[in-house]
């Protein structure tokens, strides 16, 4: 079993005994700004809209989500792109970093709209 274990921990296979990958980042400033910076630069404004909120592709901002939107989800999701949807994947364009930023900003986003209105 521990063979097993470690072969799909080094070929970056998730079981149910593999910890959920996690965004390595803090919701530091200059963590944000690069994050929406790489956002709007690599072209997720034009399906998702300005701050994220939605236009031809959903809003990344809400809680609304098919899938739980876990930071391995969306990291996936923003390398690998989705199957069956126009989402294609950013693996080769930007860095496993990059994708941590903008994943970030999306993070921050989420709870700026969640902050009571003043």
């Excluded at 809400?62 to 923003?78: A, C, G, S, V, Y």
Aim: aromatic share 6%.
């Amino acid at each position: 079993m521990k063979r097993l274990l470690s072969l799909a921990l080094v070929l970056g296979i998730t079981t149910a005994y593999a910890e959920e990958l996690t965004n390595p980042l803090t919701p530091e400033p200059e963590h944000i700004a690069a994050g929406k910076k790489l956002y709007n630069s690599t072209g997720c404004i034009a399906c998702h809209g300005n701050n994220a909120r939605g236009a031809v592709g959903p809003d990344l901002t809400d809680d609304e989500w098919l899938r739980k939107p876990t930071d391995q989800m969306i990291f996936n999701t923003i390398r690998n792109g989705r199957s069956g949807t126009a989402m294609s994947g950013f693996a080769g364009d930007i860095t496993d970093e990059q994708i941590w930023q903008i994943i970030t900003w999306i993070k921050d986003e989420n709870r700026k709209r969640k902050e009571p209105k003043k």
